[in-house]
């Protein structure tokens, strides 16, 4: 009979076998134990330069004031932060950002939600909308399971399709209206967005909360003066539709957008409630490039805590590099990465395997087997690329998270 398996950790334990690869419950600096990944025990405490490459790594100290400097500006501001975990997927830093002040966590995909659910998280509002009826079945009965769970809708078809499926679960499901800010999703506001409005207010079993309208294309616009101008601007229609539903006495609880871009700006918009942001925990070359408030071309209004160690795996050609960091480590996605320390690397991911620098200069020699960090070019798809991230202070690896949503993209 297979023992159980508490007593099968004692055991290893008692015996030494295996008890280096098997998980043996213990505090880690005030992480809870289910956060820290059986088979990466290994890893905590040993030098972040030690770990087995190419490694996704969080700067604890940066993410943990990232979190803190996010929350501190938007109090200022009067409004709330719903931040966006289609960036990093991951069940502990949701809980960060949860017990900093956040009012909810906003996922993109239905997998996201679930996986962050049964991980432990509630209040998560999904930003898309379900559109085949087995998604929308599944968005109702995790609606049933976790009652705090918030979905997205921008047709009227879909809405009566989720209140038919709400039914169906035994279930009021929390709605907001998707109000397109651009041309990407949502319903364009005005008139039809506030008949749907109305239509979810009206149909049973849906409860309507409010709207979104979340402006992807201003969140890098470059140069501050005209990034505020694109995100106020850019929601005018949706204010308009916004107080057409107030008018028309509809729920407008929640009028959510905004990112790391335009966090500090967009209070200004009338009645908005609360950002959805995703990227400033880990920061990432796309966001440095986009300019800060005092004129600075680099964004530093948040710390790039997000980094991939590699390893120098060829040093034999001149003015050229070979690590173990392709594409399949850190996307093909532009600006290139970034090498720490290194303005003058020009790093390319192009093989599936192989990362390839080229420079005139380095401040340093690289020796073959010597570690080597880059700063990611866009942070959300490389995060999908890992199972865990290494979450390091200092040099040292003080917990490994699991990527809890790694890979739900369904
Ligand atoms: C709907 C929605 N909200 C929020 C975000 C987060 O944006 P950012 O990472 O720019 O903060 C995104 C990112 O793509 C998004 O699609």
Same mark, same amino acid.
């Given at each position: 009979?297979?023992?159980?398996?508490?007593?099968?950790?004692?055991?290893?334990?008692?015996?030494?076998?295996?008890?280096?690869?098997?998980?043996?419950?213990?505090?880690?600096?005030?992480?809870?134990?289910?956060?820290?990944?059986?088979?990466?025990?290994?890893?905590?405490?040993?030098?972040?330069?030690?770990?087995?490459?190419?490694?996704?790594?969080?700067?604890?100290?940066?993410?943990?004031?990232?979190?803190?400097?996010?929350?501190?500006?938007?109090?200022?501001?009067?409004?709330?932060?719903?931040?966006?975990?289609?960036?990093?997927?991951?069940?502990?830093?949701?809980?960060?950002?949860?017990?900093?002040?956040?009012?909810?966590?906003?996922?993109?995909?239905?997998?996201?939600?679930?996986?962050?659910?049964?991980?432990?998280?509630?209040?998560?509002?999904?930003?898309?909308?379900?559109?085949?009826?087995?998604?929308?079945?599944?968005?109702?009965?995790?609606?049933?399971?976790?009652?705090?769970?918030?979905?997205?809708?921008?047709?009227?078809?879909?809405?009566?399709?989720?209140?038919?499926?709400?039914?169906?679960?035994?279930?009021?499901?929390?709605?907001?209206?998707?109000?397109?800010?651009?041309?990407?999703?949502?319903?364009?506001?005005?008139?039809?967005?506030?008949?749907?409005?109305?239509? $979810?207010? *009206?149909?049973? =079993?849906?409860?309507?909360? &409010?709207? !979104?309208?979340? @402006?992807? +294309? %201003?969140?890098?616009?470059?140069?501050?003066?005209?990034?505020?101008?694109?995100?106020?601007?850019?929601?005018?229609?949706?204010?308009?539709?916004?107080?057409?539903?107030?008018?028309?006495?509809?729920?407008?609880?929640?009028?959510?957008?905004?990112?790391?871009?335009?966090?500090?700006?967009?209070?200004?918009?009338?009645?908005?409630?609360?950002?959805?942001?995703?990227?400033?925990?880990?920061?990432?070359?796309?966001?440095?490039?986009?300019?800060?408030?005092?004129?600075?071309?680099?964004?530093?209004?948040?710390?790039?805590?997000?980094?991939? $160690?590699? *390893?120098?795996? =060829?040093?034999?050609?001149? &003015?050229? !590099?070979?690590? @173990?960091? +392709? %594409?399949?480590?850190?996307?093909?996605?532009?600006?290139?990465?970034?090498?720490?320390?290194?303005?003058?690397?020009?790093?390319?991911?192009?093989?599936?395997?192989?990362?390839?620098?080229?420079?005139?200069?380095?401040?340093?020699?690289?020796?073959?087997?010597?570690?080597?960090?880059?700063?990611?070019?866009?942070?959300?798809?490389?995060?999908?690329?890992?199972?865990?991230?290494?979450?390091?202070?200092?040099?040292?690896?003080?917990?490994?998270?699991?990527?809890?949503?790694?890979?739900?993209?369904?």
């Amino acid at each position: 009979m297979p023992l159980p398996p508490s007593s099968r950790r004692v055991f290893l334990a008692a015996t030494g076998a295996a008890a280096a690869s098997v998980w043996i419950p213990r505090p880690v600096k005030g992480y809870a134990h289910t956060e820290v990944r059986a088979a990466s025990l290994d890893d905590v405490g040993i030098s972040k330069w030690e770990i087995d490459t190419p490694a996704l790594c969080v700067d604890l100290d940066r993410l943990e004031r990232n979190i803190a400097k996010m929350q501190a500006a938007v109090r200022k501001n009067g409004i709330a932060t719903r931040p966006h975990a289609k960036t990093h997927k991951t069940a502990a830093i949701a809980r960060l950002q949860l017990a900093a002040g956040a009012i909810g966590i906003c996922t993109a995909k239905l997998g996201e939600a679930e996986a962050l659910f049964a991980a432990g998280i509630e209040p998560l509002c999904m930003t898309t909308s379900n559109l085949s009826p087995r998604k929308i079945r599944r968005a109702m009965q995790l609606a049933k399971a976790n009652r705090q769970f918030i979905q997205a809708v921008d047709a009227a078809g879909n809405a009566r399709d989720l209140s038919a499926a709400a039914r169906e679960a035994g279930v009021t499901a929390d709605i907001v209206v998707d109000v397109a800010v651009g041309t990407r999703s949502g319903i364009p506001p005005g008139d039809d967005a506030v008949a749907l409005a109305k239509l $979810v207010d *009206t149909l049973p =079993n849906l409860k309507l909360r &409010g709207l !979104l309208s979340y @402006d992807g +294309g %201003a969140q890098h616009v470059n140069g501050f003066a005209a990034r505020k101008e694109r995100a106020l601007k850019g929601l005018e229609g949706n204010v308009e539709t916004r107080e057409a539903m107030k008018r028309a006495g509809l729920s407008t609880e929640i009028f959510s957008g905004g990112g790391t871009g335009t966090y500090s700006v967009q209070h200004l918009t009338p009645g908005f409630t609360d950002v959805q942001v995703g990227s400033y925990v880990f920061m990432d070359m796309q966001y440095l490039a986009i300019g800060s408030e005092d004129g600075d071309a680099v964004y530093k209004d948040f710390e790039p805590s997000l980094t991939v $160690v590699a *390893t120098v795996l =060829n040093n034999r050609f001149p &003015g050229r !590099l070979t690590t @173990d960091a +392709g %594409a399949k480590a850190l996307t093909l996605n532009v600006p290139r990465p970034g090498v720490v320390g290194e303005p003058g690397m020009d790093y390319n991911p192009g093989s599936d395997e192989f990362g390839v620098i080229t420079f005139t200069e380095a401040r340093r020699t690289y020796r073959m087997g010597d570690r080597i960090e880059m700063i990611v070019p866009h942070c959300d798809p490389v995060v999908n690329l890992y199972d865990q991230m290494y979450g390091v202070r200092g040099d040292k690896v003080e917990v490994v998270w699991p990527i809890t949503a790694r890979g739900r993209s369904q």
